[in-house]
């Protein structure tokens, strides 16, 4: 056990990152509860989690399915205990069949494909193993990144899912990754609705074709309340939710942010002062992170071990801490390798991000 468990927040070393439990726990209630009344699976992405500790944290607290983005992520998944896990992605080539046949003898596994060859090669990997795995076809809805135009292209990919030894065919998957962030609610919601309406229309082809459908996901953070409960869509996969960023706060405001990047003052001078953390420790690829709890005091410049605040009169001397929310909550988990889960200013865990740095 951590030595560092018990100890006040005051206590810790900087830079750290740090998770507030109480606000997670807030996060989960309301995703978990809106699920469970708009009668939807909640499917928690651990693609912006990484962290075996904290899916395991979230399946105590009622989050037992979970997404991942690549094999690895899903490989810490059942490494933490997780059973039911769906790969979000294509999973392609040799060199992954066999952890991925591996994998599937050990957990409900599930994989998104959009290509016959890699159908029959997946089933080639099952078949050598003795496992099964359920796939899912993934279809684009506007995004343009991977997947099946909507409509009758998916129909024959089913039909070849579903005669392929050692595959199961389970139905469809559908993110709408390119809507996320659109500041106009009325605007996300029209756009999100006519995606859900070109993926439900893509099970209905399939159901009339004779193949039965089971599953049908989709949404992330920014999409979860138009989808959960729309005819049609079984499960919605938002991932952000859970520790939330000071971008994703702006179209999100009924969840909190419960990650954080504690860091210490390290310089001042008469308008700005300078923090011990800087583009290694926050993530910078959605814009610029905040300070929390002072919106007096605003990042103008991060750099590799350095975060430039600005403000009329400097608040801080050396020494002081000050922390910083960062504006993509996805990227500052892959940049860190533990996190402090921190309850009312004191160390509950401290757990490691197995997944961080990692992209196979
Ligand atoms: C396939 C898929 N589903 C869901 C999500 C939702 O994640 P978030 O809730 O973080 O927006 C993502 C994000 O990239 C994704 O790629």
Known sequence: MSSLIGQPLDSLDSPQLL????????????????????????RTHFKSLKCGGLARYIQ?????????????EAEVLADAGITDILIANQVVGPQKMQRLAAL?????????????????????????????????????????????L????AVPLAQRIQKSPGLRFDGLQGYDGHLQLIPDVNERKAKCHE???????????????????TVVTGAGTGTWEFVAGYPGVTEIQPGSFVLMDCVYHLVRPEFNCSLSILTTVISTQPKWYTLDAGSKAISKDFGMPVVKGKPAETITRLSEEHTK???????????????????HCCATMNLHRQCIAIRKGKVEAVWPIEASGRYD
């Open 19 to 42: 998770l507030d439990l109480d606000v997670i726990d807030a996060n989960l209630r309301r995703m978990f509860d809106a699920g469970k009344a708009r009668g939807v699976n909640v």
């Open 60 to 72: 105590a607290h009622g989050g037992t399915t979970f997404l991942a983005a690549k094999l690895n």
């Open 104 to 148: 599937a003898k050990r957990v409900q596994l599930r994989v998104c494909v959009d290509q016959a060859e890699n159908v029959d090669q997946l089933s080639q990997a099952m078949q050598a193993a003795g496992a099964t795995l359920g796939v899912l076809i993934e279809i684009d809805i506007g995004m343009a990144r991977c997947g099946v």
């Open 150 to 153: 909507p409509g009758d292209a």
């Open 195 to 213: 995606g859900m309406e070109q993926l439900t229309g893509t099970r209905r082809l399939i159901e009339k074709a004779g193949i039965a459908v």
């Open 309 to 327: 605040v600005e403000c009329e009169s400097v608040p801080v001397k050396a020494g002081d801490r000050r922390e910083v929310i960062p504006a």
